[in-house]
């Protein structure tokens, strides 16, 4: 009897190390796809808790809503606010056509509000005596790298706090 393998053992072996390895790289090439999908959602999600949290902010400590300068149900909508702090009213948010959300305050120029990799395709404000309805839509500008797009709306409101 001679010792070694026979060459249907060695081709087993093989296949098996071949199935190992392929399972791997699936396993692999998955986790990486789903690493990339929580990554997009998170940054469309804080993106647009970011400015719903700015806005409703401004608007809580607002004496007013300039309604003559507003745009109101408009999904490139403008607010724009009365503050009792004079260096920083009036205080204006809007979309410009790239999908950037700024805020400007009194005379200092714009700052930008969101991040490079988001879009906002909706900001819609809504005047209900006082109260401002505020409505965003944020998706990601990767639309689909790597396999994985997203959209975010989220809505809310905040009243002036006379």
């Given amino acids: 009897m001679r010792a070694g393998f026979t060459l249907i053992e060695i081709i087993i072996y093989i296949a098996i190390l071949g199935l190992i390895a392929t399972s791997l790289v699936t396993y692999s090439v998955s986790v ?4 990339r999908g929580f990554s997009v959602v998170r940054e469309v999600q804080e993106n647009a808790r970011v400015v719903m949290g700015g806005i409703t902010r401004a608007i809580r400590f607002a004496e007013s809503v300039n309604s003559g300068a507003s745009v109101f149900d408009s999904d490139n ?10 260096a920083e009213s009036p205080t204006r948010f809007f979309r410009d056509p790239e999908g950037r959300v700024f805020i400007q305050r009194g005379a200092l120029a714009p700052e930008q509000m969101t991040s490079a990799q988001v879009e906002v395709t909706r900001l819609r404000f809504s005047d209900y005596d006082g109260v401002v309805r505020i409505e965003i839509t944020v ?3 990767g639309g689909g790298s790597g396999g994985y797009s997203y959209e975010y709306v989220l809505t809310g409101s905040a009243d002036l706090r006379l």
């Avoid at 909508?77 to 004079?86: A, F, H, K, Q, R």
């Fill in 32 to 35: 990486s796809l789903s690493r």
């Fill in 77 to 86: 909508g403008i607010l724009e606010l009365t503050l009792t702090d004079v």
């Fill in 139 to 141: 998706r990601h500008k």
